[in-house]
Structure formats: C-alpha cells, structure tokens
C-alpha cells in the first residue's frame, strides 16, 4: 500500500464525537511552503486533481459556494465559505460537512492540518477513506506530479483500515450507487 512518493500517506486519519458532531482530523507533512500548498487548496486547476468536486463561487468569508461532481452524476451541493485567510486557513461548508484546512509552516515544509465535521456516524469510515485519498492526492498534486492510481483505487487501499480503526458503528454506510456504477462495487462489509 506505501508508495515512496511522499505524497502517499500511511498516517490515518482520527475520529472524535464533539458537540454530537463526528470530527474527522487528519495531518499531512508536505515537503513544500504553505504558499505552495495553498495554491494546491484554492485554485481551480489543481482542485481538480484532488477534491471531489468543484468550489464554485467567491474566494471570501461569508460566499455562497456551489459544488459539481466532475466524474458522478449526483445533485450539485450547496456551500459556504467560512474563512479565507491566505496562505494559512480555508474553511468551508460542502453540503452538511464543515471543512477546514490548516496550514503551518514546518521546517522547509508544511504542516497541513484538515478536519471534517458531520453529523452520520455510519458513513466515518467511508469519508475518512475518501478524504485520506483527496489529501493524498493533493500531495501528488502540489508536488506536480501524476498519482500512479485514481482516488477510487487509494480509496479501496484504506477503506478497510478506515473500518478496523473506526468500528461497526462507523462502517454502516458505503459509497452511493452512483460511485459503485463507475468505479465497481465497494468491497463487502
């Protein structure tokens, strides 16, 4: 599963219950400066590459956002952005999960910081693989580099560690139809 790049990321993600709220909370090291990264975060070419949807709408506090699947026919999702503090904070609402990246300069590097907050415990598991793969993705993408596998690919990599760290209660959910029609059925639970 590791890869030498070092996009690729072994360090799973944490879930915590705060407020009645599933916290997500993930940290990437990435061998370049936050303005690099931030580049990686908010502009549109790059966004592509990793987040599953488009971020459409003003780059400012308190903008209405709209969200377009590329890749699945699913409804669009309505946003908000909450912060934008370049190159250090970004956080934003897509749909009912609340979003935040933290970027902090580490050595020559960055300490990226992302949390995602949800109310659904059973679909912890499946997010936490799908965000393991949007950042690990987002590596490749700062680094200018083609990942050598597809976010549904890295997703099926972690999903079932994601299900052992988090337990039955977290695993309930799976992918939607619409993601198992273009990329296969998930694995069996």
Known sequence: MTDSHPAVSDEF??????GGRVVLT???????????VWRGLTEPEHIAA??????????????P????????????????????????LLELLWGDELLRFELAPEGEGTLLTFTCSFDEIGR???????????LDLLGFAVADTAAPWSSADRWTQVH???????GAAASTLGPPPEWEGAHGSAPAR
């Open 50 to 63: 990793w987040f599953p949807t488009t971020i459409d709408g003003e780059y400012v506090a308190g903008a």
């Open 26 to 36: 993930f940290e990437r090291r990435l061998p370049h400066r936050p303005e690099k």
């Open 124 to 134: 912890a598991a499946r997010d936490g693989a799908g965000w393991h793969a949007c």
């Open 65 to 88: 956002l709209t969200h377009r699947f590329r890749e699945l026919q699913l409804p669009q999702v309505a946003g908000e952005m909450l912060a934008f503090e370049p190159p250090s």
């Open 160 to 166: 079932d560690r994601y299900r052992e760290r988090f």
């Open 13 to 18: 993600g944490e879930m915590d219950i705060r």
